[in-house]
């Protein structure tokens, strides 16, 4: 699809990845972006440019009435960007408690899960497309980021489910991999880490290429991509050594 005029929505957008995509999406012309985080005070900075395409829209993702009210809201939108994110950053067993394994898959499953549903029938008026933010821990597991790294294999999982369902009503579906990026979030893993303009470049272009798949955004990325394609044995055997810390 093309981005140029085309209406976004992009949840997590008030930092990291999530803003990245409000900054590109404004340079590549699109007619407006609703920008929803769950507290729209964290805007501040993304909306004090004066873009009158920026909509700011409270939304908790993992609160149903917040993504219904959404989608009555944004009922224009041609491009749905599941973004928002939650790691905790922990062991399966080590952790205190499974509260966040519960929050990760909250946020990183059903999240994106509920908002494609409840956009299912605005995106169907025009085709448009769906960006869902993976991870290459999609593909493997880190002891460190146990849960998380579960989380995200739920999603895309269901991104190729969704992507197979939504087909037959022109709605294109792109899962996004990638490693640690500098953001916030990914400053809690090892460098080197990506630029989140990296991520965002790669993922933007696949989707006014026509992709319909999942894409492996920046070349570090790629790197790991090409090693866990070649033995996924050896790279999963790898990763397996990074246990979580004791604190």
């Given at each position: 699809m093309k981005i140029e005029n085309s209406v976004a929505l992009v949840t997590g957008a008030n930092r990291g990845i999530g803003r990245t995509f409000v900054e590109e999406l404004l340079k590549r012309g699109v007619a407006k972006i609703y920008v929803a985080a769950r507290e729209t005070a964290s805007l501040g900075e993304l909306l004090k440019v004066g873009d009158s395409r920026l909509?700011?829209?409270p939304l908790d993702v993992t609160d149903a009435d917040q993504v219904a009210a959404a989608a009555s809201v944004a009922n224009d939108v041609t491009l749905l960007i599941n973004n928002a994110g939650y790691a905790a950053f922990d062991g399966a067993i080590s952790a205190s408690s499974i509260d966040d394994a519960r929050l990760e898959m909250e946020v990183n499953y059903f999240g994106p899960l509920a908002m494609t549903?409840?956009?299912?029938?605005?995106?169907?008026?025009?085709?448009?497309?769906?960006?869902n933010m993976l991870s290459m821990l999609s593909l493997i597991s880190l002891p460190m980021a146990a849960t998380y790294s579960a989380s995200k294999a739920a999603g895309l999982s269901v991104t190729r489910s969704i992507r197979a369902e939504l087909g037959g009503q022109g709605t294109q579906v792109v899962g996004v991999?990638?490693?640690?990026?500098?953001?916030?979030m990914g400053a809690k893993m090892p460098e080197p880490?990506?630029?989140?303009?990296e991520v965002v470049t790669d993922a933007l272009n696949a989707i006014e290429a026509g992709t319909n798949d999942e894409i492996v955004a920046g070349a570090q990325s790629r790197g790991i991509h090409e090693k866990f394609t070649a033995n996924p044995q050896q790279v999963q055997a790898m990763m397996l050594t990074k246990l979580p810390q004791p604190r």
């Amino acid at each position: 699809m093309k981005i140029e005029n085309s209406v976004a929505l992009v949840t997590g957008a008030n930092r990291g990845i999530g803003r990245t995509f409000v900054e590109e999406l404004l340079k590549r012309g699109v007619a407006k972006i609703y920008v929803a985080a769950r507290e729209t005070a964290s805007l501040g900075e993304l909306l004090k440019v004066g873009d009158s395409r920026l909509v700011p829209l409270p939304l908790d993702v993992t609160d149903a009435d917040q993504v219904a009210a959404a989608a009555s809201v944004a009922n224009d939108v041609t491009l749905l960007i599941n973004n928002a994110g939650y790691a905790a950053f922990d062991g399966a067993i080590s952790a205190s408690s499974i509260d966040d394994a519960r929050l990760e898959m909250e946020v990183n499953y059903f999240g994106p899960l509920a908002m494609t549903r409840a956009f299912t029938p605005v995106l169907a008026k025009s085709g448009g497309a769906v960006l869902n933010m993976l991870s290459m821990l999609s593909l493997i597991s880190l002891p460190m980021a146990a849960t998380y790294s579960a989380s995200k294999a739920a999603g895309l999982s269901v991104t190729r489910s969704i992507r197979a369902e939504l087909g037959g009503q022109g709605t294109q579906v792109v899962g996004v991999l990638a490693v640690q990026a500098e953001t916030e979030m990914g400053a809690k893993m090892p460098e080197p880490r990506l630029s989140p303009l990296e991520v965002v470049t790669d993922a933007l272009n696949a989707i006014e290429a026509g992709t319909n798949d999942e894409i492996v955004a920046g070349a570090q990325s790629r790197g790991i991509h090409e090693k866990f394609t070649a033995n996924p044995q050896q790279v999963q055997a790898m990763m397996l050594t990074k246990l979580p810390q004791p604190r």
